[in-house]
């Protein structure tokens, strides 16, 4: 005879039996949320990657429209600037037609006296007579009562 069984094997397998079930179906599970999780980390990954190049694109087009900003502020202050040396030109060219202006006031107001002088000594002011009484009206009838 050899040795005896254990009463206590039969319930002792069934537990086994429903430990190794019950372990299959946690590895199930984890095998399953493992895959899930795999899944996921891809599609992270992509969203990653596709996040990554949106913003390359976007920093490549911020770096483009910075260069245009210059470019264009350039061209704006090359304007501003062509604008103040044609201003400060007008300015000087409408200084010297002042400075002309107050010339030509100065000599018409001298042409007005020495006309308004001729006239008196033509209307018989001092130191010029008419030859006759009559008065000729040309320059030639004019003389001179002048000393010498």
Known sequence: PG????????????????EVTQSTKDLDTARGTVGALRRSLQTLEIDLEALRNQNAGLEAALAEAEARARAHLAQVQLQVSAAEAELRDLRAQLQRQNEQHRELLGLKDRLEAEIATYQQL?????GFRSPDAGGSSGVGAWRCRCPG
């Open 3 to 18: 040795p005896t069984p254990d009463p206590s094997f039969p319930s002792q397998i069934t537990e086994t039996t429903l």
């Open 122 to 126: 033509l209307e018989g002011g001092d």
